[in-house]
């Protein structure tokens, strides 16, 4: 696992990419982003096949290695942190199958921050022109309003 990372904030919103597929997950957490990325592997292998989320069915297939986590959202307190979830997974269309994960719409209402949005941008702009496959490009355009 590669990690980007500020510790030092409680409460955190991150997306974990698939380096292999370019697909992300967009979530929030209030421990280390390191801790919530084992859970999520821990979680995953701990359920039973049949009840496995989309999501987890992708963590079981490919390895730890495969994925990089980093934070893209600093919230003050859990209302924000709630608030600005449920707008990365919206603007940045993590519902849909052929770019991310999710499967729930996270929190409640928010306003993504530009400067947010523009250094997850510059990392998968440069992701592309490492010949990554993300299929984050395709979006075009994201409302901040």
Known sequence: MKKEQNETNKYKVYMIINEVTGKFYI???????????????????KTKP????????TLVKYEKDNFDILQIGYPKDSETMNKMEIEFIKNLRA?????????????????????VLNIVADKLRSR???GGTSKFFGVSSVNLN
């Open 95 to 115: 519902q849909d199958r052929s770019i991310g994960y999710n499967t729930a719409f996270g929190g409640e209402g928010g306003a993504m921050p530009k400067d």
């Open 50 to 57: 049949e009840e496995r989320t989309y999501w987890q069915n």
């Open 27 to 45: 979530g929030k957490t209030v421990n280390t982003l390191t801790r919530r990325f084992n859970d999520h592997f821990s979680e995953a292998f």
């Open 128 to 130: 592309k022109k490492e």
